[in-house]
């Protein structure tokens, strides 16, 4: 065998050698498998875990009202069995001409299953938990709420957006109840306090409502439109409506003065419902949410008697590396531009902008083809960069 041949295979067996080594295995590093280890849907609720012995949820509200759904389901079955039978009805669907009265619909469903739905979309918002801690209620009672803007009704659902130049007045109520019966309304916002934590505005409130006429109860706060501090995004405001066992003396706490006093409108519901909870039990609800607009700042200065507070979020300094003396791999104008003062830059874009201005002579049109307009061939790359950034309007030219 000739020298060559040896050397390669040393060669041979050393690369087979150096690819054969058997290196320490990282599953340690990266945790326990996958069948043994848990979920993070796990591990949160062993973190959140809660005794049920000690936070379990209280009904507050009205009971539940007596139905026969052995006739409601023989009614239904009796008339989806009349709807099949009639050509007419399936010829008008057929051709989607069929016509469909959304006002049945909606009094059908307030009679079946909207007091469910509302008290689902009450727990997804976070309303019982801000407003009555631990307890909860379902809202029997259904309640016709509407604005008047623009000699138009903007009606409140459960959540929808209004805005505060649409709600400067109060709302029209209604909801159906006897005569002799005495009702409780009030309009809180438990997201927009100025001040606290964990504080209310009281916006309205109306109590000892004979028979579901609104006009006719004893106010206690007059309305006041919601005002939404700017920055603070979308707030909650809350119709919570109480039937009483008897009429209420509301002389502690009435304030119907013109004058808007924020710090004897600030509320707890939590500690109303609780000083009279022996008379009055939570019975409707609706919501809407609302934000900043335009008109507020006008209201801030003229009916707040205070500036405007704007919140904003103050974001910390991008982090920067230690300049290098040697930086390789890095673009040179954009990585001097990182250690530089950004007013001297600003200067620099300003003066090369002035330089183009003539004060009595119009500004030189764009080129129509800024890519097809040629370098010289002295220009350095980052130059040229630069000069197509300023030809494109690209990045921070169109700042200064």
């Known amino acids: 065998m000739s020298f060559s041949v040896t050397c390669l295979l040393k060669k041979q067996n050393r690369l087979f050698t150096a690819i054969s080594v058997r290196h320490r295995s990282q599953r340690k590093n990266l945790g326990k498998p996958p069948g043994i280890a848990k979920t993070l849907e796990e591990r949160m609720d062993e973190i959140n875990f809660k005794d049920p012995k000690i936070h379990f949820k209280v009904d507050i509200g009205l009971p539940t009202p007596q139905r026969d759904k052995k006739m409601e389901t023989a009614k239904r079955i009796e008339f989806i069995k009349k709807i099949k039978c009639n050509a007419e009805l399936e010829k008008l669907s057929r051709n989607n001409e069929l016509p469909v009265s959304l006002d049945e619909i909606s009094n059908?469903?307030?009679?079946?299953?909207?007091?469910?739905?509302?008290?689902?979309?009450?727990?997804?918002?976070?309303?019982?938990?801000?407003?009555?801690?631990?307890a909860y209620f379902t809202p029997y009672i259904q309640m016709d709420i509407n604005y008047d803007y623009n000699s138009k009704k903007v009606p409140v659902y459960r959540g929808n957006i209004i805005k505060p130049n649409e709600a400067l007045d109060s709302p029209q109520v209604n909801f159906e109840a006897p005569e002799k019966t005495l009702w409780t309304l009030m309009l809180t916002n438990p997201d927009g306090h100025l001040n606290k934590e964990n504080s209310e505005y009281i916006h309205w409130l109306v109590g000892n409502i004979p028979g579901g006429d609104v006009n006719r109860g004893e106010t206690v706060f007059n309305y006041l439109q919601p005002f939404p501090a700017k920055g603070t995004g979308y707030q909650r405001m809350i119709f919570v409506l109480y039937k009483q066992s008897s009429e209420i003396n509301f002389s502690s706490i009435k304030s119907v003065s013109e004058k808007i006093d924020l710090a004897?409108?600030?509320?707890?519901?939590?500690?109303?419902?609780?000083?009279?909870?022996?008379?009055?039990?939570?019975?409707?609800?609706?919501?809407?949410?609302?934000?900043?607009?335009?008109?507020?700042?006008?209201?801030?200065?003229?009916?707040?008697?205070?500036?405007?507070?704007?919140?904003?979020?103050?974001?910390?300094?991008?982090?920067?590396?230690?300049?290098?003396?040697?930086?390789?791999?890095?673009?040179?104008?954009?990585?001097?531009?990182?250690?530089?003062?950004?007013?001297?830059?600003?200067?620099?874009?300003?003066?090369?902008?002035?330089?183009?201005?003539?004060?009595?002579?119009?500004p030189e049109p764009p080129l129509k083809y800024p890519n097809a307009v040629p370098f010289k061939k002295s220009t350095p790359s980052w130059l040229k960069l630069e000069m197509k950034k300023e030809r494109l309007r690209w990045g921070r030219i169109n700042d200064y």
């Open 108 to 134: 059908d469903w307030s009679k079946t299953n909207a007091p469910l739905h509302i008290k689902k979309l009450a727990e997804y918002y976070g309303i019982f938990e801000h407003l009555f801690g631990d």
């Open 264 to 362: 004897n409108r600030t509320f707890s519901t939590f500690d109303f419902y609780r000083s009279h909870e022996d008379i009055m039990t939570p019975a409707g609800l609706a919501f809407y949410q609302t934000d900043w607009d335009n008109s507020l700042t006008t209201f801030y200065h003229d009916q707040l008697l205070m500036p405007e507070p704007v919140y904003e979020y103050d974001f910390q300094p991008p982090y920067i590396k230690p300049q290098k003396w040697f930086p390789l791999k890095e673009p040179f104008n954009l990585y001097m531009d990182k250690y530089r003062d950004e007013k001297r830059i600003a200067k620099e874009f300003l003066i090369r902008k002035l330089r183009k201005t003539h004060p009595f002579q119009k």
